[in-house]
């Protein structure tokens, strides 16, 4: 399962929050997505990249699904 847990970090860190992100030039559900580790497209996880000027591995991360689901 991949996880946005470094990308909630960073906002936080910013003082930001997920709203935030649709300055990133993504779609208004993609916040939503993102909060809710559901899949995210290629072109999405890039603008967000490149809005906050990150890499990929510093907003997501894998774990696996019999952890994440406990």
Not at 7 to 21: A, F, P, T, V
Not at 33 to 61: A, H, W
Request: charge should be negative; include cysteine; glycine fraction near 4%.
């Amino acid at each position: 399962m991949i996880v946005y847990y470094k990308l909630k970090k960073i906002l936080e860190e910013r003082g930001m929050n997920w709203q935030s992100l649709l300055n990133a030039g993504i779609s208004q559900n993609m916040p939503t997505r993102f909060s809710k580790n559901e899949n995210i497209n290629g072109d999405t996880l890039n603008k967000v990249c490149e809005y906050l000027c990150v890499q990929p591995s510093e907003i997501m991360e894998w774990i696996p699904d019999a952890e994440y689901n406990k």
